[in-house]
């Protein structure tokens, strides 16, 4: 398989407690992205990378949560001391170039008690 | 900030019928893609449309892109229970480098 991959698909936890989500992406694709769904909602963006360097936060992304993407490829995105309110579907996308198809992978489900 | 609106927001047709499904904004975007999510999953690509005017077909939906570029549409002829799902459309916003998503239409299509 040769797609986004996200790893868990879901996820519960306490309030208070950290989380971490993995991407990997499509292998050739050096942007990747975060994007954010709650039910009934289109997904909202995060972040991004090019490669290693990540080039845009979005205000959505409180200091509670830190991206990071080591060695440009797979990512990685935190959430400390989480809060009810982040419960949402965590959604990764990849693109071979700027503003390109972006290609997603199957989301990780969080719901936080 | 730009902005999407897609309409309607929910939709439920009986199989074999015609529909349109649109999405608008006052901004200009570099080109405009349509997703499809099932429940549970992540969206997935549909089509493209990059130059104003542009109609690209896929099976029985149909694409196309406004003159401007402000706002596209999606149409399905004679709609199938297989087209249920959300669709999505997403503006790519060249100055900022990233997608603008707009709320989603449910459509449900009754056997």
């Known amino acids: 398989d040769t797609g986004v991959s996200q790893d868990p698909r879901h996820k519960i936890t306490k309030r208070g407690q950290n989380v971490t989500f993995r991407c990997d992406p499509i292998?050739?694709?050096?942007?990747l992205y975060w994007y954010r769904q709650t039910l009934g909602q289109g997904p909202e963006f995060l972040t991004y990378?090019?490669?290693?360097?990540?080039?845009?936060k979005s205000r959505l992304l409180s200091d509670r949560f830190s991206a990071e993407r080591p060695k440009g490829s797979f990512s990685t995105l935190e959430i400390q001391r989480t809060e009810q309110g982040d419960s949402a579907m965590y959604l990764c996308?990849?693109?071979?170039?700027?503003?390109?198809?972006?290609?997603f992978g199957p989301g990780t489900r969080l719901t936080v008690t | 900030t730009q902005l999407l609106e897609q309409s309607p927001q929910f939709l439920s047709i009986q199989e074999g019928e015609n529909l349109t499904v649109y999405c608008n904004s006052s901004s200009v975007f570099s080109s405009l893609q349509w997703y499809r999510q099932e429940p549970g999953e992540g969206p997935v690509l549909l089509v493209t449309?990059?130059?104003?005017?542009e109609v690209k077909k896929l099976k029985r939906l149909t694409f196309q892109f406004g003159d401007a570029r402000k706002d596209s549409s999606l149409h399905i002829t004679a709609a199938q229970p297989g087209d249920t799902g959300l669709y999505l459309c997403?503006?790519?916003?060249?100055?900022?480098?990233?997608?603008?998503f707009g709320q989603g239409t449910r459509l449900t299509i009754n056997p």
């Open positions: 996308a990849s693109s071979f170039k700027p503003l390109s198809e972006q290609y």
């Open positions: 292998s050739e694709h050096n942007r």
């Open positions: 449309v990059v130059t104003g005017g």
């Open positions: 997403a503006g790519a916003d060249q100055g900022a480098q990233k997608l603008v």
């Open positions: 990378f090019q490669n290693e360097a990540q080039l845009e």
